[in-house]
């Protein structure tokens, strides 16, 4: 069970752009515009997702009770966005809706009602347009994607997926959702800046980890060595472990590793979950103040 950190779709640049186009026609948001108010069910629920050969997670999905349609969830997409025939079926827009020549993209709506597995969200904010990665996937899987599940929908929940059982848990969270609409075309056309974070334990662990041995569909990182009386060592870690969860946070790679320890200061004990002989064991591992 990990709390969501995930890959972005790789059409997301196109899709920015699409937006920003959008929003530079008028069809955007005015400048300054408030944060939108949520309307979510009020209870934690669960949602079950299929894994496509891609890596994309689907969910399926009512729209103002039509339906099901099947979207990609997508944490690096900034809206939510529905085809135009999802739309049209689900009366998320009329039937004489103006389009552009652009992906035929009809502009900003509402979903009234979104409901998927035991989750059900109100006023969900989209854009409607045919993008077309969604069409070359869909082609490629011989089945229709009907749009993708963005930030005006998953920013309203905190979410965890659990990748084994392929269902993900949303629970409400109170706050507002930033129309991100607004800010695209300046970011954008603003200079590319590029950013550096050093990441570095806050305690000392006792520990060095590898990169992963089966690439990308490893579960988690190796240990390569652990110091003799130390945390890790007294927690009962050892070589050859494969380290797939730390503080809750799951460790597919070195720099995921260096960020969950980074985290943890000296003193306070830690859930740490690895992989040894095929067999998942939980420890807990509490370290101590030290270079």
Known sequence: MRTFIASPLSHR???????AGLVAFGTGPAPGEPAEKTKNSGKKGTVPFEMLATN???????????????????????????????????????????????????????????????????????????????????????RPLDGIIGYTFFARYRTTIDYQAHQMTFEPVDGPVRNLMKDLPDRLAGPRVARHRTLAPGALWGLSVG???????????PILSVLADSPAATAGLKPGDVLT????????????????????????????????????????????AGL
């Not at 640049?13 to 937006?19: Q, R, V, W």
């Not at 979207?71 to 004489?96: C, H, Q, R, Y």
């Not at 854009?127 to 869909?138: N, R, S």
């Not at 990169?211 to 990182?221: A, E, F, H, K, M």
């Open 13 to 19: 640049t196109i899709l920015a752009a699409a937006l």
């Open 211 to 221: 990169d992963p041995t089966d690439g990308l569909s490893s579960p988690g990182v």
């Open 56 to 142: 994309h997670m689907v969910v399926r999905a009512k729209i103002n009770g039509k339906g099901p349609f099947d979207l990609i969830f997508d944490v690096g997409a900034p809206i939510t966005l529905l085809t135009n025939k999802a739309s049209l079926e689900s009366g998320t827009i009329k039937a004489d809706a103006p389009r552009s020549f652009l992906f035929s993209i009809r502009g900003e709506s509402v979903v009234k009602k979104l409901e998927m597995g035991e989750m059900t969200a109100e006023d969900v904010p989209v854009i409607v347009l045919d993008h077309p990665l969604l069409k070359a996937m869909g082609d490629m899987l011989n």
């Open 245 to 288: 969860t730390l503080d809750g946070r799951w460790t597919t790679s070195i720099t995921d590793a260096y960020a969950a320890v980074a985290g943890v200061p000296a003193g306070r004990e830690a859930s740490v979950v690895v992989l040894r002989d095929g067999k998942e064991l939980t420890v807990t591992v509490k370290p101590v």
